[in-house]
């Protein structure tokens, strides 16, 4: 019996030494596990996430900056391969993948982005910036937009997606929001997305400040030309030929042409400004355009410009009573805008109004750009092509830069070939309405000059 006592004794000191031993294997597994994901663990992961289901489009790259105790950076974006938008969010990265620079602790920058292509034609880029404190309390956090047509090559904005008086279709739409409607302004409305079903707009870039519009219920509004997106052009935008370049020396002049188009003397009067590798513009009626819609594409199709210059030039607009209302106004501008449109998928950024006349009610109405004239060659009065070049050549000599003339006229062509033969003689250029105010804004954007006059719903 002792004997037994003795042997079930030593039994328990061998297993409480295996425990023992055991727990001791087991502590230091641990410590070993815990020791290799110390090593292994990357204390900025957190940091580097990103969504997966939001890229789209364009390959996505990666890289990470850091300087121990300072900052760490974490920066995703595409790659297209197309030159001006790679171009692009290169320059991005260079000004926002970067540490505060009036922050001297440890901060974190994580720049993430959300991209879509849209009917092969468009690219809808979203770059998401957040900048937080070791307490992760945000320091920073904003997003910026990109819109590029790979088409046209360029990138797009309000103006390139939205068209005819849309300030005041966006003023609605907020209204329903719950978004101040002073907010709609042209400068607030750069931040937007373009999807395959609407455009989303985020008012002075906030994201709790969304209006969407989609195609289907605005198409009258919509400047996007594609088969695929409802609007009032849905096909293949049109490439106009290039400016000519503006020659060093050369003095300027804009030729604009009033009422037209003409089904023969428009494509004459081209013709004789191409001689000269000049172009025109022409400020054209609505029931002229909806007359002669491929003279229209045309006039666009070669670089000339395409202006609005009213439905049918009545004086009831603004020069003589009783004045049009509102919405009378309303459609005798953007009515052209509508043909011009449906004829190239160009929306018009200039206006004349007949007669040179303004007043408070189209300023409230025209959201284009209202351009006069400072050289009256009379054509409209004096069908005499001496007499017309005689009076542009004497205002030009003193500086004067933007001809009005009419297209509508035969003896208008007669004088163009006998007067452009003799500017370009003495050194003057030919160019549009717009190349000139890019030009001589000095002169052209000069109250004083009276020559311009920008919308105020802009």
């Not at 989303?200 to 906030?206: P, Q």
């Amino acid at each position: 019996m002792k004997k037994l006592n003795k042997n079930l004794s030593h039994l328990r000191i061998q297993w409480s030494h295996l425990a023992i031993l055991l727990a001791g294997i087991f502590i230091a597994g641990f410590l070993l596990f815990k020791g290799v994901t110390w090593l292994f663990h990357d204390p900025y992961a957190a940091y580097q996430t990103y969504k997966e289901d939001t890229k789209l489009a364009g390959e996505m790259k990666h890289t990470t900056q850091k300087e121990k105790d300072a900052y760490f950076i974490s920066y995703y974006y595409p790659a297209f391969d197309i030159k001006n938008l790679d171009s692009e969010i290169t320059k991005y990265g260079k000004q926002h993948a970067v540490p505060l620079k009036d922050k001297n602790s440890m901060h974190y920058v994580s720049i993430d982005y959300d991209t879509e292509e849209i009917f092969d034609t468009y690219i809808s880029l979203v770059f998401h910036k957040k900048v937080v404190d070791e307490e992760d309390k945000v320091l920073q956090q904003e997003d910026t937009y990109y819109n590029y047509d790979k088409k046209r090559n360029r990138f797009l904005q309000v103006d390139d997606v939205l068209r005819r008086d849309y300030i005041a279709m966006m003023k609605t739409k907020a209204k329903d929001a719950g978004i101040k409607e002073n907010l709609i302004k042209k400068q607030n409305l750069s931040s937007f997305t373009i999807g395959k079903k609407e455009l989303s707009f985020y008012v002075e870039g906030k994201k709790n400040q969304k209006i969407s519009v989609p195609y289907k219920e605005n198409k009258k509004y919509i400047a996007l030309t594609n088969k695929n997106i409802p609007s009032y052009y849905m096909k293949d935008p049109i490439t106009p030929a290039p400016q000519p370049k503006v020659e060093k020396g050369k003095k300027l002049i804009a030729f604009t042409f009033d009422d037209g188009p003409h089904y023969k003397n428009t494509k004459e009067i081209m013709a004789e400004f191409e001689k000269y590798n000049g172009r025109a513009t022409f400020f054209m009626l609505g029931q002229n355009v909806k007359a002669n819609p491929d003279i229209v594409k045309d006039v666009y199709k070669r670089g000339h410009e395409v202006a609005n210059h009213s439905w049918d030039h009545s004086i009831h607009i603004a020069a003589q009573p009783p004045y049009m209302k509102k919405e009378d106004v309303n459609e005798e501008i953007y009515k052209v805008n509508d043909a011009i449109f449906q004829a190239n998928g160009f929306e018009p950024r200039y206006f004349r109004p007949p007669f040179g006349a303004i007043n408070q009610t189209m300023k409230d109405v025209c959201g284009l750009d209202m351009v006069l004239w400072d050289i009256d060659s009379e054509d409209w009065r004096n069908h005499n092509a001496s007499i017309m070049s005689k009076i542009v050549k004497k205002n030009a000599e003193v500086g004067y830069e933007v001809v009005l003339m009419h297209d509508i006229h035969e003896d208008t062509v007669k004088g163009i070939k006998q007067l452009l033969k003799e500017l370009d003689a003495k050194g003057y250029q030919f160019v549009t309405i717009d190349t000139l105010i890019k030009e001589d804004p000095e002169y052209l954007l000069n109250p004083k000059s009276n020559l311009i006059k920008p919308s105020t719903l802009k």
